[in-house]
């Protein structure tokens, strides 16, 4: 692949300061590697990014959503609405807290959960509702704050892709009683390591939190134990690499909007020839992943791959489809907006260091497809 999904080169341009990090604090008089310093800093500086909500750094955005449904107690008997259509943590988070994930369809355009299927899945067991921001496209928030309000329900946003958003002018993360962000090397605030934050405006939430990442301690009295908790703390390593690179990341956001838009643009007139884009707009937009719905998906992708542009499908089945859920598939119930999504999704390349002519080339490539391979009268 001249153009690869995952670009190899992602963290190149910051190599040295990685190395000059893990000297100094490798040689360094504190000797503490992890929830030190640099967390703490880490921390209050993303603070700054998500209104003065709280943050608190751990150990994987999966982990991040296990601390909340933790603090929350989410648990045996308990009810979580999540998507059917999405990554695996969404629903092993609920599973793995002992709790039921029920599966609701996605809206066939933004494949976000949909809050009306949503509201229709509550039962007097739910406890919480937990959308997720998908690809490009944050879930609606303020439908779902409504549902939880008028049910009392919790409701956790799964932001891990989303970081640097806003819908209305509020910060993804900040919705719900906590979101959460993935540092995970793909992510747009990915790093060359494993860690998330949890992000709450709610500061019993938060020390909760605080606690269950590190064995239940408050961070006074070690080994004193309020809760049963976690092992989910943060590097320091990677806390000072993401504040160095922290300052750059609004243009690094803003250079993957102009990719999407540009594509969205450039594919809006497929919409009657197989070819369907993103939404447009910039409100409650990410660009994480820029997914397009493409009816001949896979002759798309292998026309992409003979021209040496790369793709990914995300997601190849929906999730009550996959074999560590069925248990939670009800027989006989479908959800054909996730399946149909699974079907005809395809991810363009969108990482900020693309040049120009590389977005060019990517999206006259597709517009090609749909022109010349059109079998339909
Ligand atoms: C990446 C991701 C997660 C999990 O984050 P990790 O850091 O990989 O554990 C959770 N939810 C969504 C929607 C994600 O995309």
Redesign the pocket.
Known sequence: MTLPFFPPDLFEADRDTLIEIVRDLGTGPAQRFILGDHTARFEQALRDTVAGADVVACG????A?SLVLAALDIGPGDEVVVPAF??A??AATVVTAGAIPVFADVRPDTMTLDPELAEAAITPRTKAIMP??QFSVMADMPAFEDIAARHGLRLVE?S??AQGATLHGRPAGTWGDAG?F???QV?SFGMPG?G?VVVTRNPDLARTVRMLRNHGQDGRQRFVHHRIGYNSRFDEVQAAFQLRRLPGLAARLARRADIAEYYTRQFAPLAGRGITPPPPGRDGRCY?VYCLRADRRDELAAHLAALGIGTHVYYPAPLPAQPAFARWAPAGKVWPNATAASETILALPVYPHLTDAQVEHIAAAVCQFADRKDPRP
């Open positions: 994987s955005g999966t982990s959503l999405g990554c943590p969404i997720a921001h799964d891990a892709v959460v993935s540092f995970v992510k494993e998330g994480y």
